[in-house]
T-cell receptor, first 114, second 112 residues
Framework: SAVISQKPSRDICQRGTSLTIQCQVD?????MFWYRQQPGQSLTLIATANQGSEATYESGFVIDKFPISRPNLTFSTLTVSNMSPEDSSIYLC???????????FGQGTRLTVV | DQQVKQNSPSLSVQEGRISILNCDYT??????FLWYKKYPAEGPTFLIS?????DKNEDGRFTVFLNKSAKHLSLHIVPSQPGDSAVYFCAAYDSGTYKYIFGTGTRLKVLA
């Protein structure tokens, strides 16, 4: 299994500002995923981040709003830009090795935009 | 379009009894299924998985059953314990896209 450290664990931000969430893994992993979980909802995939290539975004999510960096095989960041109250959610970093194995999650970042 | 569905948002079970959580999916190309448990303020924790070539996988108190013809899987917890109280997510792995698709979750409450 992989140990994933995600920070911050929570934050309260003013609308119009940006927040960068960091995800650090204790081992090299091929695939990193960023999810959003809105209150009472499922985990929705924002994007897949592979090292050395641009992140691949899911429908409804764009790079200008959620820029992602993946500088190496153990680290990634997700930025939530120009925040509005609708961005209040839990953001989760996840890692997987592909090939039909389980994905592991960080503890999540609870974001509240006021 | 929700490809993975958990139609029961909540379930209450007495301690010691069996908990059965259900999940339906629509994409027959999914070939690997997983269950995760999530406590408040924590990330989801992997619980158990099953390959589409199997119909049952067991790990201690947890058993997952897969019915491919019905596109249905279920998680059985027996005996249920108060510490099992959490939200359980069903997930499907799409080996074509390398993505995990999650259901909406079922909140299990085990009553002491």
């Amino acid at each position: 299994s992989a140990v994933i450290s995600q920070k911050p664990s929570r934050d309260i931000c003013q609308r119009g500002t940006s927040l960068t969430i960091q995800c650090q893994v204790d081992s090299q992993v091929t695939m990193m995923f960023w999810y959003r979980q809105q209150p009472g909802q499922s985990l929705t995939l924002i994007a897949t981040a592979n090292q050395g290539s641009e992140a691949t975004y899911e429908s409804g999510f764009v790079i200008d709003k959620f820029p992602i960096s993946r500088p190496n095989l153990t680290f990634s960041t997700l930025t939530v830009s120009n925040m509005s109250p609708e961005d209040s959610s839990i953001y989760l970093c996840s890692v997987g090795q592909g090939m039909r194995t389980e994905a592991f999650f960080g503890q999540g970042t609870r974001l509240t935009v006021v | 379009d929700q490809q993975v569905k958990q139609n029961s948002p909540s379930l209450s079970v007495q301690e010691g009894r069996i908990s059965i959580l259900n999940c339906d999916y629509t994409n027959s190309m999914f070939d690997y299924f997983l269950w995760y448990k999530k406590y408040p303020a924590e990330g989801p924790t992997f619980l158990i998985s099953i390959s589409s070539i199997k119909d049952k996988n067991e790990d201690g108190r947890f058993t997952v059953f897969l019915n491919k013809s019905a596109k249905h899987l279920s998680l059985h917890i027996v005996p249920s314990q108060p510490g099992d109280s959490a939200v359980y997510f069903c997930a499907a792995y799409d080996s074509g896209t390398y993505k995990y698709i999650f259901g909406t979750g079922t909140r299990l409450k085990v009553l002491a």
